[in-house]
């Protein structure tokens, strides 16, 4: 069974500051792996999603790195922003769904 | 246009009535999803559906019974409600099943009294 697992559970920075977000899972056997973003009261926006074949995916300020043998994956936030304040998600895909982490919530602080 | 709509967005009811949340999806995708995310923010999959048929059925009561009219609808009815099934429900459609990205409606929050 996949077991997916998001570090810091929450993380507190002044704007400005590099956000990173570390993301393990215990199962290799990945389609691929998506980045989300839930703000408070909504539903998830897709960020980033790499397969499995890659190594990183990078949108405008964001950038996710994939080590599919280690089980881990990292986003990055640059030059944070107050509007960068939610929680970020991290699943896998494996066959028909996808297994979530509980999240990383961020507060970048004005 | 929505890509993923649900509704209704909030549903209040007691405990033992039967109630059901709408899914509806434009995007032409092939499968759908229904999540539960509880009181503690988990996402946890439900049930997943290829061309209106059933793939994934992940250990949830049969209290709990979706139905695809279609391909791009997928509906969640759910009897004689428990308190314990107060939690948001995300439906989310994907064009395959494996390989493509989710995406998700904006949630249903239910609760039970």
């Known amino acids: 069974k996949q077991e997916v697992t998001q570090i810091p559970a929450a993380l507190s920075v002044p704007e400005g500051e590099n956000l990173v977000l570390n993301c393990s899972f215990t199962?290799?056997?990945?389609?691929?792996l998506q980045w989300f973003r839930q703000d408070p009261g909504k539903g998830l926006t897709s960020l980033l999603l790499?397969?499995?074949?890659?190594r990183e995916q990078t949108s405008g300020r964001l950038n996710a790195s994939l080590d599919k043998s280690s089980g881990r994956s990292t986003l990055y936030i640059a030059a944070s922003q107050p509007g960068d304040s939610a929680t970020y998600l991290c699943?896998?895909?494996?066959?028909?769904?996808?297994?979530f982490g509980a999240g990383t919530t961020v507060t970048v602080r004005a | 246009d929505t890509a993923v709509s649900q509704t209704p967005k909030y549903l209040v009811t007691q405990m033992g009535n039967d109630k059901s949340i709408k899914c509806e999806q434009n995007?032409?995708?092939?499968?759908m999803y229904w999540y539960k995310q509880d009181s503690k923010k988990f996402l946890k999959i439900m049930f997943s559906?290829?061309?209106?048929?059933?793939?994934i059925n992940e250990t949830v009561p049969n209290r709990f019974s979706p139905k695809s009219p279609d391909k791009a609808h997928l509906n969640l009815h759910i009897n004689s409600l428990e308190l314990g099934d107060s939690a948001v429900y995300f439906c989310?459609?994907?064009?395959?099943?494996?390989?493509?990205?989710?995406?998700f409606g904006n949630g249903t929050r239910l609760t039970v009294t």
């Open positions: 989310a459609s994907s064009a395959t099943g494996g390989d493509s990205p989710l995406h």
């Open positions: 995007l032409g995708h092939d499968t």
């Open positions: 559906y290829n061309n209106k048929e059933l793939i």
């Open positions: 199962d290799s056997a990945i389609y691929n």
């Open positions: 699943a896998v895909s494996g066959d028909y769904k996808l297994s």
């Open positions: 790499i397969q499995s074949s890659q």
